[in-house]
C-alpha cells in the first residue's frame, strides 16, 4: 500500500530538500529572525526525504533482484536531445540516497546546536538545504547531464559554504580555490560526457550508454578508454585525488558540521559514485582502470603521510579523507566496486562522526582547532571522547569495526588484483591507524596545553543534546555498520554462506562488471583470513605505537621530529604542493593573464581606438573647408559646376 | 533681327553680373536679388534660343523658371524675414550657427 506507492513519488527525493531551500532562502531574503522555524523546516524536509527514502528502498526490495531499478520521469527537460527529468532508483542509488538523506539529516541536527551563536542562520541552512536537494538529484539522475547539474549543484553549495564566513578573506579564498580547482575536472567530465554521446550513438541516459558500451568498446577501444580517463578527470576533481585534491583541505575552512556533511560524507564521494555508477563502462577500458587504481593508491599514501604532521585537527581529517577518498578509488580501479561503495558507506559514518567530533572539540574550546594547544580533554569532555574514540578504532580498522570489515574488503580485493596494490594499501593502513592515534593523543589525552599557550577562558563543555545525539548514533553505525558486509569467512562462521547481505543487495549492479574483469578467485578462505590477521595487527600496531609516540612518551615525537629533520618539516609544508602549484600553474598563469590583458589593452584596443582618431583628424581637416560663410560655400558651388562644364564641354 | 550671339552676351553679361553679386555682398536681400538677376539671365537664354531654333520649348522652360523664381523669392523672402526677427540681422557672414 504505502509502500508500493511510494516509486511513484521518487522525485520529491531531492525535491523535498529543495522547497526547505526555498523556504529558508526566502526567510533569508526577508531577514527572518526566528531560529526554531528554519531548524524546524531544514531538518523536517531533510527528514521527510529520508522516510521517503526508506519506503522507496523497501519498495525496491519487495521486487525481485533482476527488476531492481525504477525510473520516474516527472517531465521532458531537454526535448531535442531526448532527456528528461528522470531519476533513477535501483541498489546503488538506494544505498547512496540512505546514506546521503540518513547521515544529511543527522548533520542538520548537529548544525541546530552548532550554528546556534552564528550570524547568518537562515543562511546557512538555506545551502544546506540546496546542497542535500543537488546530492539528491546527482544521485538519483537517470542521465549524465541530469547527474551534471546535481554535480554543478554541489559544487555550487561546497564553494558557498566554504566561503560561509566570507568576512575573512582567507575564507573566501578558500571557497574560490575549491570551485576553481573543480571546474578543470569538470571541465573534463564535459568533454568526456560530449565525447560519449557522440561515440555511443547519440543518447546521454546511462543505461543506454552501459547497454551500447561494448559495441563502442569493440569498435574504438582507444575512445573509451580516453572517455573513461576524462571521466575520472571529473572524478579526480570532485573526490579531491592527485592532482587535484589541493583544494580539500583549505575547503575546512567552513563550518565543521559543513566538513562532516560535504567534504567528507557525501559530496567528495561523488566521483567514486559516479564510476561505480558507470563501471560496466570502465572494466571495457582496462587502462583507464589502472589509472584510477594507481591514482587512488597513491593518493591514499601521500595524503596518509601528510596527515602525519598537521596540527589543525580538522586539517589532519581533511587528508585522512582524502587517504580513504584514495582508497575506495583503488577498490574501484580493482575492480572490486562493490567493496569501494560498502568503504564508501562505512567511511560516511565515521568520518562524518569524527568531524563532528572534532566540532564538539571546537565548539568546546570556543574556536581553537590546534591540536598543540589542546590535550587531557578526555576528562572534561567524557561523552564526545567516547563517541570520537569509535570513529578513531573505526578508521584505525580495529577488527568488527566498521572500517576493519570495508577496508580489509579492499585490501582483499587488491591482493587478488595485485600485491603490490595491496602493499600500498597496508601501508597505508599502518599510517592512518598512527595519524589518528596522534590526534587522539594530541587532544584527548595527556596533561592540557592550553594554559601553556595562554588560553584562559571558561572550562570546556560538554556540546549540547543536538550535537550529542548525532555524535551517538554516528559512533553506533561506526562500530556496527560493518556487519551488513561481514567478508566471507567471518559470515561463515555466523552459519552464513556466500556473499554478504551488502553484496547481494548490490549484485544486480555489480555483478556483472566485476565478474568481467574479476582475478581469479582462490578455494577457501585461507588467504582472506590471512590478510585479515595481519591488517588487523597493522592497526592494533599503529595504535600501540601512536599511543608510545604521542601519550606515555611524548618526547619520542619531538626526538623523530629532529632526527627526520627537513623532511619532516617538507611533510609538515604537505610537500610544498600548494607552493609547487603557486609556483608552475597559478603565477605563469597570472603572468599570461597579464600579457592578454596587455595585448587586449594595447591591440585590440589600440585598432578600435585607431579607427576613432582617425575620424576624429580627418574631422578636423574637413572642419577646415566649413568656414561657416555662406560666400565660401557658394564659390565652392561656383568652382564645383564651372568644372564640371568645363568637363563636359 | 537681333543675332543669337548677342543674346548671348548679354545674359553672359548678366549672370556674370549676378555672379558677383552673390559672391561678394553681404545683405541676404542683395544676395537674393542677384540670384533673381542670374534666374532671369538664363530665362533670356532659353527665350533667345527658342527663337533662333523657331520651337516654343524654350519659351515653355522660361515659364518654368519665372514660377520657380516666384517660389524662390516667397520661400527665401519668409527665411529672411525669421532670420531678421530673430538675429536682428540680414548680414550672412553673421549667419554661421551651423559651424562647428
Known amino acids: 500500500m504505502v509502500i508500493d506507492r511510494s516509486l511513484d513519488f521518487l522525485w520529491l527525493i531531492p525535491v523535498l530538500p ?52 525504477h525510473v520516474t520521469t516527472v517531465g521532458e527537460w531537454i526535448g531535442p536531445l531526448g532527456l528528461d527529468w528522470s531519476f533513477r532508483l535501483d541498489p546503488l542509488s538506494s544505498v547512496m540516497i540512505l546514506v546521503v538523506t540518513g547521515v544529511g539529516f543527522l548533520i542538520h541536527l548537529y548544525s541546530v546546536g552548532y550554528m546556534a551563536h552564528e550570524e547568518g542562520f537562515w543562511r546557512y541552512f538555506a545551502y544546506l538545504n540546496l546542497f542535500m536537494a543537488m546530492m539528491l ?11 551534471f547539474v546535481g554535480w554543478e549543484g554541489v559544487g555550487l553549495c561546497s564553494y558557498l559554504l566554504i566561503g560561509f564566513f566570507y568576512t575573512k578573506s582567507w575564507c573566501a579564498d578558500a571557497g574560490r580555490k575549491a570551485f576553481l580547482v573543480n571546474r578543470i575536472g569538470d571541465a573534463s567530465f564535459i568533454i568526456g560526457m560530449l565525447w560519449a554521446w557522440v561515440l555511443f550513438g547519440g543518447t546521454f541516459d546511462i543505461a543506454a550508454l552501459i547497454e551500447r558500451a561494448p559495441a563502442a568498446a569493440a569498435a ?11 571521466l575520472f578527470g571529473g572524478a579526480a576533481g570532485k573526490s579531491a585525488q592527485i592532482p587535484l585534491y589541493v583544494w580539500l583541505p583549505d575547503a575546512m575552512a567552513g563550518p565543521t558540521p559543513v566538513s562532516a556533511l560535504i567534504h567528507a560524507a557525501t559530496m567528495v564521494t561523488a566521483g567514486v559514485y559516479m564510476v561505480c555508477r558507470l563501471s560496466p563502462i ?83 574550546l570556543h574556536g581553537e582547532q590546534d591540536m598543540k594547544k589542546m590535550g587531557g580533554l578526555k576528562s572534561a569532555l567524557p561523552r564526545t571522547f567516547l563517541c570520537f574514540s569509535a570513529g578513531w578504532i573505526a578508521i584505525a580498522g580495529v577488527p568488527l569495526t566498521a572500517g576493519f570489515f570495508s577496508k580489509d574488503e579492499i ?92 553484496a547481494a543487495w548490490l549484485a544486480p549492479v555489480f555483478h556483472a562488471p566485476e565478474a568481467a574483469i574479476a582475478a581469479p578467485h582462490p578455494e577457501g578462505h585461507s588467504l582472506e583470513l590471512l590478510l585479515m590477521a595481519l591488517s588487523s595487527l597493522v592497526a592494533l600496531f599503529g595504535i600501540a605505537a601512536g599511543l608510545r609516540i604521542w601519550v606515555t612518551r611524548p618526547e619520542i615525537a619531538d626526538r623523530i621530529a629532529v632526527r627526520l629533520g627537513a623532511f619532516y618539516v617538507a611533510v609538515r609544508e604537505k610537500l610544498y604542493v600548494d607552493e609547487l602549484y603557486d609556483r608552475f600553474i597559478v603565477k605563469p598563469w597570472y603572468a599570461l593573464s597579464r600579457g592578454m590583458g596587455r ?9 578600435v581606438n585607431g579607427v576613432g582618431a582617425i575620424m576624429l583628424t580627418s574631422g ?20 564645383g559646376a564651372a568644372v564640371i562644364v568645363w568637363y563636359l564641354l | 533681327m537681333i543675332p543669337f550671339s548677342s543674346v548671348l552676351i548679354v545674359s553672359a553679361v548678366l549672370f556674370a553680373m549676378g555672379l558677383v553679386g552673390v559672391l561678394t555682398r553681404r545683405s541676404a536681400l542683395v ?34 523658371v519665372m514660377t520657380v523664381a516666384a517660389a524662390e523669392a516667397a520661400v527665401g523672402l519668409a527665411i529672411v524675414i525669421a532670420l531678421f526677427r530673430r538675429r536682428r540681422t540680414t548680414d550672412m557672414d553673421h549667419v554661421s550657427l551651423l559651424k562647428w
Not at chain 1, 137 to 147: E, H, I, N, R
Open chain 2, 31 to 64: 544676395i537674393f536679388m542677384s540670384v533673381e538677376l542670374m534666374l532671369n539671365a538664363a530665362t533670356l537664354v532659353f527665350v533667345g534660343a527658342s527663337r533662333a531654333l523657331g520651337t516654343m520649348d524654350g519659351q515653355l522652360f522660361a515659364f518654368f
Open chain 1, 599 to 607: 595585448f587586449d589593452t594595447g591591440a585590440v584596443d589600440g585598432v
Open chain 1, 411 to 502: 585490501l582483499y580485493k587488491a591482493f587478488l588484483h595485485s600485491p603490490l596494490l595491496w602493499a600500498a594499501g597496508l601501508v597505508g593502513a599502518l599510517m592512518t591507524a598512527i595519524y589518528m592515534t596522534r590526534l587522539m593523543g594530541l587532544t584527548f589525552f595527556g596533561v592540557s596545553r592550553r594554559a601553556a599557550h595562554g588560553d584562559h577562558g571558561s572550562a570546556p563543555h560538554e556540546p549540547p543534546a543536538t550535537m550529542m545525539i548525532p555524535l551517538m548514533v554516528l559512533a553506533a553505525l561506526a562500530l556496527t555498520a560493518g556487519f551488513v558486509g561481514l567478508p566471507a569467512p567471518i559470515g561463515a562462521l555466523f552459519g552464513g554462506h556466500g556473499e554478504s547481505p551488502f
Open chain 1, 620 to 639: 578636423h581637416v574637413m572642419k577646415l573647408f566649413h568656414s561657416g560663410y555662406v560666400r565660401s560655400y557658394a564659390i565652392a558651388y561656383v568652382i
Open chain 1, 137 to 147: 538529484t546527482l544521485v538519483l539522475g537517470a542521465s549524465l547531464p541530469l547527474l
Open chain 1, 282 to 364: 570502465y572494466v571495457l577500458a582496462p587502462d583507464a582502470m589502472f589509472v584510477v587504481a594507481v591514482v587512488g593508491a597513491a593518493t591514499a599514501l601521500l595524503a596518509a603521510l601528510i596527515a602525519m604532521a598537521q596540527d589543525d585537527i580538522k586539517k589532519v581529517l581533511a587528508y585522512s579523507t582524502i587517504s580513504q577518498l584514495g582508497y575506495m578509488f583503488m577498490a574501484a580501479g580493482a575492480g572490486a566496486f562493490t567493496a569501494s561503495i560498502f568503504h564508501l558507506t562505512t567511511h560516511a559514518f565515521f568520518k562524518a562522526l569524527l568531524f563532528l567530533g572534532s566540532g564538539a572539540v571546537i565548539h568546546a
Open chain 1, 220 to 230: 574504438s577501444p582507444g575512445s573509451v578508454t580516453a572517455i573513461a580517463l576524462l
Open chain 1, 18 to 69: 529543495l522547497v526547505g531551500f526555498l523556504v529558508a532562502g526566502a526567510g533569508c531574503l526577508l531577514r527572518a529572525r526566528a531560529k526554531s522555524v528554519v531548524a524546524v523546516v531544514a531538518c523536517g524536509s531533510v527528514a521527510l526525504s529520508f522516510a521517503l527514502s526508506l519506503l522507496c528502498v523497501m519498495a525496491l526490495a519487495g521486487l525481485p533482484a533482476h527488476e531492481r531499478s
